[in-house]
């Protein structure tokens, strides 16, 4: 049986994910597209996995390899987990 997880990610983008992602080929290809900012952020994002680095343009689709799109992810996962640390102490400290 086929699952699949719809998720706005705070970057706006909707991400999918399958079990059949899960163990996926790092390789494969997917689409992604990194949303533009403020005229400010319109910087390239540049991501590394394993010694293999690559660039991604702001408002373009582009097809990146797998084990990039999970590199992004534990990224955003990682700052989520941040934010909500800083908040917690925050919240505390008004206490």
């Given at each position: 049986?086929?699952?699949?997880?719809?998720?706005?990610?705070?970057?706006?983008?909707?991400?999918?994910?399958?079990?059949a992602?899960?163990?996926?080929?790092?390789?494969a290809?997917?689409?992604?597209?990194?949303?533009?900012?403020?005229?400010?952020?319109?910087?390239?994002?540049?991501?590394?996995?394993?010694?293999e680095?690559?660039?991604?343009?702001?408002?373009?689709?582009?097809?990146?390899?797998?084990?990039?799109?999970?590199?992004?992810?534990?990224?955003?996962?990682?700052?989520?987990?941040?934010?909500?640390?800083?908040?917690?102490?925050?919240?505390?400290?008004?206490?």
């Amino acid at each position: 049986m086929k699952t699949e997880k719809k998720e706005l990610v705070p970057n706006g983008a909707v991400q999918t994910d399958t079990a059949a992602d899960r163990g996926a080929d790092p390789e494969a290809l997917v689409e992604f597209m990194l949303p533009l900012l403020g005229a400010g952020e319109r910087q390239d994002l540049f991501v590394g996995c394993n010694g293999e680095t690559i660039r991604i343009r702001r408002g373009e689709s582009v097809k990146i390899k797998r084990k990039f799109l999970e590199v992004l992810e534990h990224t955003r996962q990682q700052e989520l987990a941040d934010y909500r640390t800083r908040c917690g102490f925050s919240q505390a400290a008004l206490r």
